[in-house]
């Protein structure tokens, strides 16, 4: 099993900055890759951003290409999401999900395994 925890959402102005992380732990040699998805009330989960854990090989979604940027510390077992340039728009709850194997395309929230509780994120216009 693995466990993992969202940190470091909050309310901050449109154009401001934030950075969410997500800690693992349990089985984290086990873990394969993980991804962001956020989800807006009302609307379905959607993904934004993908690393693998061994590589650190990155994709976004368009969405967020040249906003966002995705890291990991394999050390500490964690990820990290930094959101520049915020909008209004990307108000959601960012969850983090990890998997252990391939088991299709990440941009879709059945093929992980684990997530997190998620982190509010709201930005004020």
């Known amino acids: 099993q693995v466990q993992l925890v969202e940190s470091g959402g909050g309310l901050v102005q449109a154009g401001g900055s934030l950075r969410l992380s997500c800690a693992a732990s349990?089985?984290?040699?086990?873990?394969?890759?993980m991804g962001w998805f956020r989800q807006a009330p009302g609307k379905e989960r959607e993904f934004v951003s993908y690393i693998t854990w061994s590589t650190g090989s990155t994709y976004y979604s368009d969405s967020v290409k040249g906003r966002f940027t995705i890291s990991r510390d394999n050390a500490k077992n964690t990820m990290y999401l930094q959101i520049d340039s915020l909008k209004p728009a990307d108000t959601a709850v960012y969850f983090c999900?990890?998997?252990?194997?391939?088991?299709?395309?990440?941009?879709?929230?059945?093929?992980?395994?684990?997530w997190g509780q998620g982190t509010q994120v709201t930005v004020s216009s």
């Open positions: 349990g089985r984290t040699f086990s873990i394969h890759d």
């Open positions: 999900k990890a998997r252990t194997a391939y088991s299709g395309s990440f941009v879709y929230t059945s093929a992980y395994d684990y």
